[in-house]
């Protein structure tokens, strides 16, 4: 690898006395495995940068699925995520962790990622729309294409008031049945449009998301969102989507 990318650390862990094994969200070859050989001594000056929420430019180099750190610098202090918003910032480095295949190029999806994290930490009113926004996009560029606005069934376009049922891998059929997998097609365009302007779009989207990342996700806990039970009082929880 030559050159330098801007990243992100998306979770370290200690490997041997002094090294950390990085997983790297990288603008130009997505997610990236590094070893950063003494980065845990005490002389190292790697140690305040590889934290998570950190924009980083890093060089790396290597063959296989671990690379090695050559470089990596700080390009600004840590986005400052803290209570709530840091369980969302942590929930969404696990998504992208666990969904996206190492080393392929999402460099939009790399965006979409800073500027939810940007949103995260101006901490401006509830942290759900900058998550369901985030998520559609991650659904998006992995290829998961459903139309929003219009019927499966018949192809006309979804109306308002109407019950659509949502089938995977064929979309939204009108549909009598209200149950989990109902939205109404007021719920869908906003879906579309990626804004949530009340608390029903926004339960709407959250049951969108939930159904959709689940075959990505697979049976596998979301350990951020069990620490997010645990530490999050009840009355205050904004929780990213449990695993079924």
Request: proline share 6%.
């Amino acid at each position: 690898m030559e050159g330098w990318q801007r990243a992100f650390v998306l979770h370290s862990r200690p490997y041997s006395e002094t090294s950390l094994l990085l997983d790297l969200f990288t603008e130009g070859q997505g997610r990236v495995r590094v070893l950063a050989k003494g980065a845990r001594s005490r002389r190292s000056n790697l140690k305040g940068a590889l934290q998570p929420f950190t924009p980083l430019l890093v060089r790396w180099g290597g063959r296989g699925e671990m690379k090695t750190l050559r470089n990596a610098e700080a390009v600004s202090l840590a986005l400052p995520l803290q209570g709530i918003t840091l369980y969302c910032g942590l929930y969404v480095n696990e998504l992208v962790a666990r969904v996206l295949e190492s080393e392929t190029p999402f460099s939009e999806l790399f965006f979409d990622y800073l500027h939810c994290l940007q949103q995260l930490a101006a901490g401006e009113g509830s942290p759900e729309p900058a998550l369901r926004r985030f998520e559609l996009a991650l659904l998006g560029h992995l290829g998961y294409g459903v139309d929003f606005l219009h019927c499966a069934g018949s192809g006309e376009e979804v109306s308002d008031e109407m019950t659509y049922s949502y089938r995977e891998e064929k979309g939204f059929i009108a549909s009598l049945v209200v149950n989990n997998r109902s939205f109404t097609g007021r719920q869908l365009m906003a879906l579309c449009q990626r804004e949530f302007p009340d608390a029903d779009t926004l339960r709407a989207a959250k049951r969108f998301t939930r159904i959709a990342l689940k075959p990505y996700l697979g049976g596998k806990p979301l350990k951020s969102h069990e620490l997010f039970r645990q530490f999050v009082p009840k009355k205050r929880a904004v929780t990213p989507p449990p695993q079924e």
